[in-house]
């Protein structure tokens, strides 16, 4: 059973910038897809950037210009750079992972960490 860890969270002012890391237990390298998703207070989780092992990358357009996702398959972690945050960034934050075996789909997800931006 893969253990995905999530850090980094915190509170920071608007413009300033975090960064949130996604330690996987095991090896990453069988994970087709990895992501970062986001739930505000009454709001549906979304999708805030997502990347492939093959490195294709994808953002929200709420998020693009300003954070970037990385993925280092050495140390089995997920990155997320968050720069020029917004109150509208607040949000709990979870990392996601894919992986198929035996054409079943399995989803594993982090217990997510708390962004605060806030004056």
């Known amino acids: 059973q893969v253990q995905l860890v999530e850090s980094g969270g915190g509170l920071v002012q608007p413009g300033g910038s975090l960064t949130l890391s996604c330690a996987a237990s095991?090896?990453?390298?069988?994970?087709?897809?990895m992501g970062w998703y986001r739930q505000a207070p009454g709001k549906q989780r979304e999708l805030v950037a997502g990347?492939?092992?093959?490195?294709?990358?994808n953002y929200a357009d709420s998020v693009k210009g300003r954070f970037t996702i990385s993925r280092d398959n050495a140390k089995n972690t997920l990155h997320l750079q968050m720069n020029s945050l917004k109150p509208e960034d607040t949000a709990v934050y979870y990392c996601?992972?894919?992986?198929?075996?035996?054409?079943?789909?399995?989803?594993?997800w982090g217990q997510g960490t708390q962004v605060t931006v806030s004056s």
């Open positions: 996601n992972a894919v992986m198929y075996s035996l054409l079943k789909k399995h989803d594993y």
């Open positions: 990347i492939t092992s093959g490195g294709t990358i």
């Open positions: 095991g090896s990453i390298i069988n994970f087709v897809v």
